[in-house]
């Protein structure tokens, strides 16, 4: 189980390879990563603020409720800060279990968790000048699933 909040970029491939080999009961294997997307062609970059220790205890702590909700064998969240640019990733989950339905609800908990509630504030820069994310209420509404 690892949580990691970390400015420079991960190698989404091998992160899910060394995931995925670890020993262990694990009958499947779930992984997502998110993308910095540029919806309307006018997005230069992205700048993700954190406080440092808060995030990373929040994050732990949503993983430790994932662990509670569905029997896992390995979790993992990995998520950026700093400034990024259209098509950097910027966030992966992976989540392991002994059947893949536990580990899809798990991983998708956790994805709901981190668009919504993680102590993160995305700043996005475009031609006009810079404007903080707002919420969306459809990523609220996923998150009241759970």
């Known amino acids: 189980m690892s949580v990691r909040v970390q400015q420079e970029a991960f ?3 091998a992160e899910c390879a060394a995931f995925a080999a670890q020993p262990g009961s694990a009958g ?22 954190h406080y440092p220790g808060m995030t990373e205890r929040a994050l ?8 509670t909700r569905w029997s896992l064998t390995d979790a993992l969240i990995i998520h950026r800060h700093g400034p990024l ?7 992966m989950v992976a989540t392991a279990s002994r059947h893949r339905a536990e580990a899809f609800a798990a991983a998708e908990f956790l994805m709901d968790y981190l668009k919504s509630r993680a102590p993160f504030w995305k700043k996005e820069q475009t031609a006009e000048g810079a404007a903080w994310v707002a919420a969306r209420d459809e990523d609220e509404d996923a998150l009241g699933r759970w």
């Open 11 to 13: 190698d989404y491939g």
């Open 85 to 91: 640019m259209p098509g950097e990733m910027i966030m």
């Open 28 to 49: 499947a294997v779930v992984t997502f990563c998110g993308i910095v997307r540029d919806n309307d062609g006018t997005l230069r970059g992205m700048e993700i603020e």
């Open 60 to 67: 732990a702590r949503i993983e430790a409720e994932a662990r």
